[in-house]
Structures are given as structure tokens and as C-alpha cells.
T-cell receptor, first 115, second 109 residues
Framework: GAVVSQHPSWVICKSGTSVKIECRSL??????MFWYRQFPKQSLMLMAT?????????EQGVEKDKFLINHASLTLSTLTVTSAHPEDSSFYIC???????????FGPGTRLTVT | GQQLNQSPQSMFIQEGEDVSMNCTSS?????WLWYKQDPGEGPVLLIA?????ELTSNGRLTAQFGITRKDSFLNISASIPSDVGIYFC?????????FGAGTRLTVKP
């Protein structure tokens, strides 16, 4: 399979501050990565598709100015939650297609808590 | 995005029992996938299905890609305590992936 890592695994920040989450493909190159958000006891909700070298594609209802995505290399995508509020507290998970291009492999997730 | 219809929502079974869960969709998919998620972790891919009618096994897990391409099921045989977790189905068409709401499995020793 393909290995996807995320950093940090958890973060606590104060309301109004910004937080950056990194997603890396460790043993393969990923031109496309995906960012999901998951609330307790719910399924994964796609936030945006991150494309290497170009702008991310956001799902309807996701504020692109609040959730900044940068996919500057074939192995790294970052999600920055700007001016975080308590309602942004959630589990953020990234994924990428494996080398076969048919299956998505997920990172371990980042637990964000905004106080 | 629109979710798939996954059932059951939860299951409480005794160790050693078999488990079955399924997913249906109003849309067709080229790929069906089944993931397992443990608390506080990302989903882990269990089985991927690429052809309508395909039946694939991974140890005690067996999954099938429905002939209509609108459904899939996952069976777990002889369940063990470490099977506890949430199982998600996912249908994929190109870059579009849709998820089921998950089946929460509890296994009593």
C-alpha cells in the first residue's frame, strides 16, 4: 500500500489564531490529495481536492479563505485553518491516491481543538 | 457530498459470529472500497473492488461488487475482539469518492 502521514496528530489553539496541518505521501508521489473533516460519530466529509501546482478545488459550503490549501510539491499538501473558532474543532484527515491510482489511502488524522 | 446508504448503522455481536454489512447507491461506481477506522485514527483500506460481480477476500473479510455497480457488501467471518471499529464503504468514480455513514461494530468476548 501507500503511506500517508500527517503532522501534527493533535493540536490545541486559541480562538482567532491560525493552524497549519501537513499531509505527506511518504513512499509515492501524489499529484492529487484530498482533505476531509470528520465530526464525532459521523462519516468523512470532503472539504477540498488539493492539486499539485494549482489551486485547490473546494466543496460547496467550504470557505476557501478560511481553509487555505497549498500543494507545493508532489509529496506535501498543507491545510491552514485561519482565524480558528471553536466550531472548527474537528478531526481533519487527508488522503491521496496510491500509485495504482484507484484507491485512496488516508493519513492518521489531526485532532484540532480550538479553545 | 452525497453519502451512500450503508446498513446497519451498528452491530453488537458475540466473538466468533459472522458479520455482514452493505452499501447501496443510486449512482454507479467504477470502484468500491471498504475501510476500517479505529478511534482517533484515519481509515485503513481493507478491500478494493474494481469489476462488477467481483468477489474478493482478505483473510476473514470478503467483499463483493454488485452486478448493477450500485451496491457492495462486506462479510467478516469468525469475528474477534480486534474487529471492533467503524467500517465505511466508499464508491469511487474518477476523482469523486462518496462514503457511507459507517457501521459501528462491537464484538463481545
Amino acid at each position: 500500500g501507500a503511506v500517508v502521514s500527517q503532522h501534527p496528530s493533535w493540536v490545541i489553539c486559541k480562538s482567532g489564531t491560525s493552524v497549519k496541518i501537513e499531509c505527506r505521501s511518504l513512499d509515492f508521489q501524489a499529484t492529487t490529495m484530498f482533505w476531509y473533516r470528520q465530526f464525532p460519530k459521523q462519516s468523512l466529509m470532503l472539504m477540498a481536492t488539493s492539486n499539485e501546482g494549482s489551486k485547490a478545488t473546494y466543496e460547496q459550503g467550504v470557505e476557501k479563505d478560511k481553509f487555505l490549501i497549498n500543494h507545493a510539491s508532489l509529496t506535501l499538501s498543507t491545510l491552514t485553518v485561519t482565524s480558528a473558532h471553536p466550531e472548527d474543532s474537528s478531526f481533519y484527515i487527508c488522503s491521496a491516491f496510491g500509485q495504482g491510482g484507484y484507491e485512496q489511502y488516508f493519513g492518521p488524522g489531526t485532532r484540532l481543538t480550538v479553545t | 457530498g452525497q453519502q451512500l446508504n450503508q446498513s446497519p448503522q451498528s452491530m453488537f455481536i458475540q466473538e466468533g459470529e459472522d458479520v455482514s454489512m452493505n452499501c447501496t447507491s443510486s449512482s454507479i461506481f467504477n470502484t468500491w472500497l471498504w475501510y476500517k477506522q479505529d478511534p482517533g485514527e484515519g481509515p485503513v483500506l481493507l478491500i478494493a473492488l474494481y469489476k462488477a460481480g467481483e468477489l474478493t477476500s482478505n483473510g476473514r473479510l470478503t467483499a463483493q461488487f454488485g452486478i448493477t455497480r450500485k451496491d457492495s457488501f462486506l462479510n467478516i467471518s469468525a469475528s474477534i475482539p480486534s474487529d471492533v471499529g467503524i467500517y465505511f464503504c466508499a464508491g469511487q468514480q474518477m476523482l469523486d469518492m462518496r462514503f457511507g455513514a459507517g457501521t459501528r461494530l462491537t464484538v463481545k468476548p
